[in-house]
């Protein structure tokens, strides 16, 4: 197959890891991949598997390639015997460490303790030791005249998995604890996964934390990574760089020499704006060459993202005096740094600066002969990290939508990473240098296949590819481009930004305040309420956009994390949707469910999200905990089954398999099929076997239907095609059938009509399903039918500028007719159901489309 980078060929990449699918029984479990450039040019590629059909071929791998390797227009990859980098990725076990090493830089990491990174060393010197995770914690919020106590951490390692040994890549993982002298308690359970590509003068490191402290008690002031770096060249030859925005460059030397009224010399001054070697000091002038050490030497920088539209450059010469903080300001730094000398450095960087605030760059002691280096996660420069309810009362019904549960609106067990890098030069990089390594910091490069080929094989369930063959289907994709397009347009307007927040969208508009209804309990943040991640996903899929994917990546990093409980009495739930994101009493799987995690994890071949994924088999007995042996069919069992299918086909064990066709014969067996229980009721579960029992509430004894409302309908219709299982596929086509059917047919089939309740544009997709498994246009008709003629189906309006006093900062909105009683308001739920329901039924009834 044919890949291509994402943003276009890179300037320069770190490495880059991706995954692609095969169809299935084309390419064996075992297989070895080929990699080459235009003119068949061999590029070094490491392979794994990823998942696997249930015939046991491949169904994702995972490939990496090495520092600026492949950076051409298109590369083809194929089964074959890969090319050996010049320089492998070896990685060796010594006494309480692990040593990473391509030929460029080594890398120590320690097994145990307090030491996270021993050192790391290029060209035989030494750039950076004594790598620590640092926690700094406060016993109180911010507010108040009295100021909160606070403690240091540090985060101590416990365990250490090699997880890939090279010859491209190597990745190592290390697991621990926040802990502290003298105190017993452990904090905050953390991974950090460190990976060496070949060639690569960086590493990657990933570090993901869970929040497991009080939230009344507990406030993180600050949280990073922190290591020292020696440094040799004298003051005039040292250099701190930070980049800004746009290709901008911040750089000054520990102590300055330009600007002075007698010159040192052109070239002393040249060199130090340039970073490189200054001229022997006896040939600078006289005055300059005699007291330049009286001149001040800049000890202290810091580089603080305040928010996402400011960040700040400050500096100072020691602690205990004042900070100069007009160095430097601007919108939007990039998150990369360094310091260093003539003789080389440390370059370190993180991901998602701007868009994560609060977040840091700190640099200490670079007058003296070691350096140190804070990368803030959160900044001590920000306000204290407050995981408290936004109030004493939860709000309810009908005003409100939230599910209030005394206790329940806890952050404990929620969890979020961060992305990190670290260059090890021999020398103070150029500024063109800096501006390329801030691109590929601020976007990973990352390598993608086009979307026919991603249709061809077969994944995700079911699916289109864009058709634009006439009028009717051209204003379908419009819309989809439409919406995604207003999306992306609202997280940058409403600033949709933050350690916590980033990467969701809100669920429900206010056109009184012009304003998404931020405050209100239930119609806040949308945690992915009824499918955005997979609206988003299906439309990268079938465009290849680069804007998509990113919106859809920070989606699922913020559905995985934010909104996912790893720990606790949640373990493996989600939270639905509030003003905090983990702030409902209502803990659900369909939050939490790995199904639409698959996406990013496929594509981009990341392990955290694997870590993710896993996790989220421990709903099996946070369920019977919490639910007591009751579950409803859709959508709590349609996740557990999306759940186990993600680990069947990651592992190949059956036993997750079987749980997913043990319920579907249980619910074969039930006379109302997955009519039963609906919305408001539910069946008595078994979580040791999967087991599903019907209990005497009747058969439709449940108000509306739900139970396709959250992707239900995309993990059966592609589970269903990986077990032989004929009876529940008959009630699957059974329910399929009915759903929308007429009196008449219900009557015919159940002995009695009945109302389901159901959502016309969710169960459109459900009908074409049975009119593409019966081949029956009237079917698929009525599925056309029931959608074209939903109000909340259809497309939007485009947006308008609202303006003046109205509102604070001018912005974009959408003013759509709505039914009555809802404010007018615009929905992100129609919107993913919108594009969901639009490919799927492209999908499904391709001939009765407009």
Request: hydrophobic share 40%; glycine share 10%; charged share 25%.
């Amino acid at each position: 197959m044919t890949l291509h980078w994402l943003d276009g060929v890179p300037e320069t990449t770190t490495g880059a890891a991706w995954g692609v699918p095969w169809p299935r029984g084309r390419v064996a479990a075992d297989a070895g991949f080929a990699l080459t450039a235009p003119g068949d040019r061999p590029v070094p590629v490491q392979s794994w598997p990823l998942a696997y059909w249930p015939d046991g071929s491949l169904k994702w791998s995972g490939h990496a390639v090495g520092a600026d390797a492949g950076r051409d227009d298109r590369l083809r990859l194929r089964p074959g015997r890969p090319a050996a980098p010049k320089h492998p990725v070896s990685v060796r076990l010594g006494a309480g460490e692990v040593v990473l090493a391509n030929g460029v830089v080594e890398v120590r990491v320690a097994e145990r303790g307090a030491t996270v990174l021993r050192s790391l060393t290029t060209d035989g010197r030494v750039t950076a030791t004594d790598g620590r995770l640092v926690l700094l914690l406060e016993d109180g919020p911010d507010e108040g005249d009295t100021p909160p106590g606070r403690t240091s951490w540090t985060g101590t390692v416990t365990e250490l998995d090699v997880e890939q040994s090279g010859p491209v890549r190597a990745v190592v993982k290390l697991a621990g604890h926040h802990t502290r002298d003298g105190d017993g308690r452990e904090l905050f359970p953390w991974t950090l996964r460190i990976s060496l590509s070949a060639g690569a003068e960086s590493l990657r490191l990933v570090h993901h934390f869970v929040w497991d402290a009080d939230p009344a008690r507990d406030f993180v002031k600050g949280l990073g990574l922190r290591l020292t770096v020696p440094l040799a060249d004298e003051p005039h030859d040292r250099h701190v760089r930070f980049a800004g925005p746009g290709g901008g460059v911040w750089g000054e030397p520990v102590r300055v020499l330009s600007g002075l009224w007698r010159d040192p010399g052109e070239e002393v001054t040249a060199a130090q704006v340039a970073g490189t070697a200054t001229p022997p000091v006896a040939d600078w002038h006289g005055p300059v060459r005699d007291d330049h050490h009286n001149l001040a030497r800049w000890n202290e920088f810091r580089l603080a993202q305040h928010s996402a539209s400011h960040f700040s450059i400050a500096k100072r010469t020691r602690p205990g005096v004042s900070w100069l903080r007009h160095a430097g300001h601007g919108d939007r730094a990039t998150g990369f740094g360094y310091v260093g000398g003539v003789s080389g450095g440390l370059g370190f960087g993180i991901r998602d600066f701007w868009q994560q605030h609060p977040r840091a760059l700190d640099i200490t002691d670079a007058a003296t002969d070691q350096a140190t280096v804070t990368l803030w996660s959160w900044s001590p420069a920000g306000d204290a990290m407050d995981m408290r309810p936004y109030d004493e009362a939860g709000h309810s019904a009908p005003l409100a939508y939230e599910d209030s549960r005394d206790g329940w609106g806890d952050p404990r067990g929620v969890s979020r990473s961060t992305d990190l890098e670290l260059w090890a030069f021999t020398t103070t990089p150029s500024r063109p240098r800096i501006a390329h390594l801030a691109a590929a910091l601020t976007a990973r490069p990352q390598l993608v296949a086009a979307p026919e080929t991603y249709h061809a094989a077969g994944v995700f369930g079911k699916w289109s590819l864009p058709d634009r063959s006439t009028p009717g289907r051209a204003a379908l994709e419009d819309s989809i481009d439409a919406t995604v397009a207003f999306y992306a347009d609202q997280v940058e307007q409403r600033s949709w930004y933050g350690f916590w927040d980033y990467g969701d969208v809100m669920h429900t508009y206010d056109s009184d305040r012009h304003v998404w209804r931020y405050d209100v309990g239930g119609y806040a943040w949308d945690n992915a309420e009824l499918g955005t991640d997979a609206a988003l996903w299906y439309a990268f899929l079938r465009t290849g956009d680069p804007r998509t994917f990113r919106l859809a990546s920070a989606m699922t990093r913020h559905l995985s994390e934010s909104d996912t409980y790893l720990t606790g009495r949640f373990a493996g739930l989600g939270g639905r949707h509030n003003v905090l994101h983990w702030g409902d009493g209502a803990k659900e799987a369909r939050v939490s469910e790995s199904y639409t995690r698959r996406f990013l994890h496929y594509l981009t071949a990341d392990e955290l999200l694997g870590d993710l994924m896993h996790a989220s088999l421990q709903a099996d007995a946070t369920l019977r905990r919490t639910m007591r042996g009751r579950i409803r069919i859709g959508p709590d069992w349609y996740a557990l089954v999306g759940n186990w299918l993600t680990a069947w086909e990651r592992t190949g064990d059956t036993r997750w398999r079987d749980r997913i066709t043990t319920g579907m014969r249980d619910i074969a067996t039930f006379p109302a099929g997955l009519f039963t229980g609906e919305a408001g009721s539910h069946v008595g579960w078994d979580h040791t076997t999967g087991h599903l029992t019907k209990l005497d509430t009747g058969d439709f004894d449940g108000g509306f239907n739900l139970t396709m409302a959250f992707c239900g309908e995309q993990i059966l219709f592609e589970t269903i095609e990986l077990v032989d299982e004929p009876g529940f596929h008959r009630t699957l086509l059974d329910f399929a059938r009915h759903a929308q059917a007429p009196a008449e047919e219900k009557i015919a089939r159940y002995g009695r009509d009945f109302d389901p309740g159901l959502f016309p544009t969710i169960y459109a997709k459900v009908t074409a399903w049975a009119g593409e498994q019966l081949d029956d246009p009237a079917l698929r008709r009525r599925a056309w039918t029931h959608y074209l003629d939903d109000p909340q189906g259809r497309p939007w309006n485009p947006p308008v500028r609202v303006d003046g006093h109205a509102v604070l900062t001018p912005i974009d909105e959408i003013r759509a007719p709505s039914p009555p009683g809802s404010n007018n308001s615009v929905s992100t739920n129609d919107a993913a159901q919108r594009t969901l329901a639009i490919i799927a039924l492209l999908a499904l009834a391709p001939d009765e489309a407009p």
